[in-house]
């Protein structure tokens, strides 16, 4: 078996071919069209188009889909793609089996298939990149909900005396992007010369603008993750991206939601902190995980 895997984003289309073992014989990146939703058609075609022999196409793309119609209701970072029959139109190019889901959703089945909440019965993916990803397993299987909307914590809104645009919705303000603005300001220091490596090099040195940095950007976080174990009563929270890659900050993390549930008046129950077990390539094997599912 051979399937193309796309993994779409805001900035680049990852691809790779792989087998029902996870293998991949060839892989690489170009950046995802920003024109418009037949400029994307066109790039995926070419992908497949030099492929030449896989036997199906398996999609992880951002916005709200219905895996089942390969419909996108609303386009997430790439919003041409709002209200689009992404599958059908696809089809017209690539007469194969193709299947598109969410991106978030296809990481959380990388992970409740082959990675860190393979044991869970029911758990909870967090991605944090250039906004938040989410990802509900519910026995065993993604939940999408009536509007294949569950899971989408980015749309969390902050305050409510504040008005309701991307500075009010949790994946603008705590997103990576954030995150790195933030330790930009406070060192006065131009945020194109700032970088994930640059701050938690920082935190391991102990500079104290670093420390603060990663101490307020984790409460937040801890604050919310606080209140959707609150609502889910989960096992676990697998937590990936490319902030899950350092310690300080899944050490932070933890510190920080174990301090609120210290100081929380009633004896409520919580959910372990885990580390994603795939980082970029979660969303590919996720992506194939679902197309295999699909097409058994």
């Not at 992880?60 to 029959?85: H, Q, T, V, W």
């Not at 993916?125 to 989410?134: N, P, Q």
């Amino acid at each position: 078996m051979k399937v193309l895997t796309i993994d779409i984003d805001g900035t680049y289309i990852r691809y790779a071919c792989m087998n029902e073992y996870m293998g991949i014989s060839q892989r690489g990146k170009i950046f995802t069209p920003q024109e418009g939703r037949e400029q994307l058609i066109e790039a995926v075609a070419r992908l497949f188009e030099a492929v030449g022999d896989a036997e199906g196409i398996a999609i992880s793309m951002p916005g709200i889909i219905d895996s089942e119609k390969g419909y996108c209701a609303m386009g997430g970072a790439l919003r041409y793609n709002d209200d689009f029959y992404f599958r059908d139109e696809l089809y017209k190019r690539c007469k194969t089996k193709i299947h598109v889901e969410n991106n978030a959703k296809c990481a959380a089945m990388a992970e409740v298939a082959v990675g860190s909440l393979m044991d869970s019965e029911d758990g909870f993916v967090l991605i944090f990149s250039t906004m938040i990803g989410g990802g509900y397993i519910r026995n065993y299987k993604i939940y999408k909900g009536k509007h294949f909307s569950a899971g989408e914590v980015s749309y969390i809104i902050l305050n409510s005396g504040n008005k309701l645009g991307d500075e009010n919705l949790w994946g603008r303000s705590f997103g990576i992007p954030k995150f790195l603005q933030h330790y930009s300001e406070v060192k006065s220091m131009d945020i194109e010369t700032v970088d994930l490596l640059t701050i938690f090099d920082a935190v391991q040195k102990d500079e104290p603008e670093a420390v603060a940095c990663l101490q307020w950007y984790t409460k937040e976080i801890a604050v919310r993750i606080f209140n959707l174990q609150t609502v889910l009563d989960v096992e676990k929270f697998s937590i990936g991206g490319d902030m899950a890659k350092y310690p300080a900050f899944m050490e932070y993390l933890r510190e920080n939601l174990n301090q609120l549930y210290a100081e929380c008046p009633f004896k409520l129950p919580q959910a372990e902190l885990v580390t994603s077990k795939f980082n970029h390539d979660a969303n590919l094997i996720g992506a194939l995980q679902c197309y295999l599912l699909g097409n058994i």
